[in-house]
């Protein structure tokens, strides 16, 4: 056997040009590449690809672009600082599944007046009424987030905490419009970075065109054999277009509604984990089996596959074979995290001021609810005027209390790792509420597939409940 560490990503201003061959990811991805055709060893063939990087650009453009072997651009990898964007766009970006981002949090940050103006507002009419609205919302949030943090003290009659302080912040936030600005950190591959070049490329905003072209202009020099078709085709404009149905949404709606899941879940669960180790037996033949058993049995069942599980660790992955979905209404704030989990599956409709708004219960006690109500107001009749004349602007002055509707289609498996990340004491109020009643839909459809789900904070306890010896006694 034999290890090799290939290399990582550096910052490469700290460093200074040394050793052989141009600083690319693309002799890495050139190299393994030819691995399964050459007898060579792996760091023989990137100690090659090193002394000729044109010839490792050649091999890469014919085996990825000419073959089809596209997986080869994994293998490059980029770390991308992306600053002074709006939060809209954020949204755009962070729909690119297998891709890594760190962003800028509006719990823990406290933000100033840097925001957006729109390039399809520059020289417009509407553009003073626009910069009238951002402006009034910043006002509210650092009026907001004082008086938060004046209440967080008086209800505990003591100094306030950095901890409260976060609260404060992160309630005053529900004001502050989707134009502001924010900053994150991407690690993605090549073959990611070329669709998501492509697809901003098409997007009807101008902020994603831009940031398209910045994007392409920072990475192409480095890594022109992997960065190749950027330019957008008919579908990826497409892609942004569909059609619009009018009229406004039901009043009568639930914030959580689970619209579909796996019939008879918890005995297609049992019935994979039989599968396992079925010794040859098809899955029907499991799935039989599993129908035949006790209720008490399939509980036994599940519970050995959960028995040793620590709250770091994910679910078998038997669990992926049950499916849930939700038609969920949600908070911007509340979109901001959910859509962290890119495993799921969410199709999200745009943001829409009928939908009313999130108002944190701390704004309520603090006395702010009237004043923020006629900022919403204000605000909504600001972007009606925005939609009628210049479209793609009017998302920008909604806030981060605007709601959205989304479909949102998730395994088991995933649903346990939300509902660890998502219900624990640190999570935010907002999204918390949204997985608690997720979580209870789902336990209540399928309880076995379900047994052990919970909040970080609460697991431990969950699980002595589960097995306990009087637990396992009465079975």
Same mark, same amino acid.
């Given at each position: 056997?034999?290890?090799?560490?290939?290399?990582?990503?550096?910052?490469?201003?700290?460093?200074?040009p040394?050793?052989?061959?141009?600083?690319?990811?693309?002799?890495?991805?050139?190299?393994?590449?030819?691995?399964?055709?050459?007898?060579l060893?792996?760091?023989?063939?990137?100690?090659?690809?090193?002394?000729?990087?044109?010839?490792?650009?050649?091999?890469?453009?014919?085996?990825?672009?000419?073959m089809?072997?596209?997986?080869?651009?994994?293998?490059?990898?980029?770390?991308?600082d992306?600053?002074?964007?709006?939060?809209?766009?954020?949204?755009?970006?962070?729909?690119? %599944? *297998?891709? /890594?981002?760190?962003?800028?949090?509006q719990?823990?940050c =406290?933000?100033?007046? @840097?925001?957006? #103006?729109?390039? &399809?507002?520059k020289?417009?009419?509407l553009s003073?009424?626009?910069?009238?609205?951002?402006?009034?919302?910043?006002?509210?949030?650092?009026?907001?987030?004082? %008086? *938060?943090? /004046?209440?967080?003290?008086?209800?505990?009659?003591?100094? =306030?905490s950095?901890? @409260?302080?976060? #609260?404060?912040k &992160?309630d005053?936030?529900?004001?502050?419009?989707?134009?502001?600005?924010t900053?994150?950190?991407?690690?993605?591959?090549?073959?990611?970075?070329?669709?998501?070049?492509?697809?901003l490329?098409?997007?009807?905003?101008?902020?994603?065109?831009?940031?398209?072209?910045a994007?392409?202009?920072?990475?192409?020099?480095?890594?022109?054999?992997?960065?190749?078709?950027?330019?957008?085709?008919?579908?990826?404009?497409?892609?942004?277009?569909?059609?619009?149905?009018?009229?406004?949404?039901?009043?009568?709606?639930?914030?959580?509604?689970?619209?579909?899941?796996?019939?008879?879940a918890?005995?297609?669960?049992?019935?994979?984990?039989?599968?396992?180790?079925?010794?040859?037996?098809?899955?029907?033949?499991?799935?039989?089996?599993?129908?035949?058993?006790?209720?008490?049995?399939?509980r036994?069942?599940v519970?050995?596959?959960?028995?040793?599980?620590?709250?770091?660790?994910?679910?078998?992955?038997?669990?992926?074979?049950?499916?849930?979905?939700?038609?969920?209404?949600v908070?911007?704030?509340?979109?901001?995290q959910?859509?962290?989990?890119?495993?799921?599956?969410?199709?999200a409709?745009a943001?829409?001021?009928?939908?009313?708004?999130?108002?944190?219960?701390?704004?309520l006690?603090?006395?702010?609810?009237?004043?923020?109500?006629?900022?919403?107001?204000?605000?909504n009749?600001?972007?009606?005027?925005?939609?009628?004349?210049?479209?793609?602007?009017?998302?920008?002055?909604?806030?981060?209390?605007?709601?959205?509707?989304?479909?949102?289609?998730?395994?088991?498996?995933?649903?346990?790792?939300?509902s660890?990340l998502?219900?624990?004491?640190?999570?935010?109020?907002?999204?918390?509420?949204?997985?608690?009643?997720?979580v209870?839909e789902?336990?209540r459809?399928?309880?076995?597939?379900?047994?052990?789900?919970?909040?970080?904070n609460?697991?431990?306890?969950?699980y002595?409940?589960?097995?306990?010896?009087?637990?396992?006694?009465?079975q």
């Amino acid at each position: 056997m034999k290890v090799v560490l290939a290399g990582f990503n550096v910052d490469l201003g700290a460093i200074a040009p040394c050793g052989e061959g141009e600083l690319t990811p693309e002799t890495i991805a050139a190299a393994y590449a030819r691995i399964s055709r050459s007898p060579l060893s792996v760091d023989e063939l990137r100690k090659i690809a090193r002394k000729d990087v044109e010839k490792a650009r050649q091999s890469n453009e014919k085996i990825v672009f000419e073959m089809g072997h596209s997986s080869i651009a994994e293998h490059a990898i980029f770390n991308i600082d992306i600053m002074g964007i709006s939060r809209l766009l954020v949204e755009e970006v962070e729909k690119f %599944r *297998l891709v /890594s981002f760190t962003e800028k949090s509006q719990r823990y940050c =406290l933000f100033q007046d @840097d925001f957006t #103006l729109p390039d &399809e507002l520059k020289n417009h009419a509407l553009s003073d009424l626009f910069l009238s609205i951002i402006r009034q919302q910043q006002h509210f949030y650092r009026v907001a987030y004082e %008086r *938060l943090k /004046s209440i967080l003290t008086s209800e505990k009659g003591s100094y =306030l905490s950095p901890t @409260d302080d976060n #609260l404060a912040k &992160e309630d005053a936030r529900y004001a502050i419009s989707l134009a502001t600005h924010t900053q994150l950190g991407m690690t993605i591959n090549a073959r990611n970075l070329e669709l998501m070049i492509r697809r901003l490329a098409a997007h009807p905003l101008k902020e994603a065109r831009t940031l398209s072209q910045a994007l392409f202009e920072t990475v192409h020099p480095i890594a022109p054999s992997l960065i190749r078709y950027t330019k957008p085709t008919d579908y990826d404009v497409a892609y942004h277009d569909l059609p619009e149905i009018k009229g406004a949404p039901s009043s009568d709606f639930k914030a959580v509604e689970l619209i579909w899941f796996t019939p008879e879940a918890d005995t297609r669960l049992v019935a994979a984990l039989l599968y396992r180790s079925g010794g040859g037996k098809g899955f029907d033949e499991c799935l039989l089996e599993a129908k035949q058993l006790p209720k008490e049995r399939k509980r036994e069942i599940v519970k050995e596959s959960l028995r040793h599980l620590q709250p770091y660790d994910q679910v078998r992955r038997e669990f992926e074979i049950v499916d849930l979905v939700y038609d969920l209404t949600v908070s911007a704030t509340c979109f901001a995290q959910l859509k962290r989990h890119r495993m799921a599956t969410i199709l999200a409709q745009a943001y829409n001021p009928d939908l009313g708004i999130t108002i944190p219960p701390r704004m309520l006690r603090a006395g702010l609810a009237e004043d923020f109500k006629k900022l919403i107001e204000t605000t909504n009749e600001s972007y009606r005027r925005l939609i009628r004349e210049v479209p793609p602007a009017a998302p920008y002055i909604l806030t981060n209390a605007h709601r959205r509707k989304l479909v949102l289609k998730v395994n088991a498996r995933e649903l346990y790792h939300i509902s660890r990340l998502r219900l624990d004491r640190h999570a935010q109020w907002d999204i918390r509420s949204i997985v608690q009643e997720m979580v209870h839909e789902a336990q209540r459809v399928m309880p076995l597939t379900l047994l052990l789900a919970g909040g970080r904070n609460t697991y431990e306890e969950n699980y002595q409940t589960i097995f306990s010896p009087k637990e396992e006694k009465s079975q």
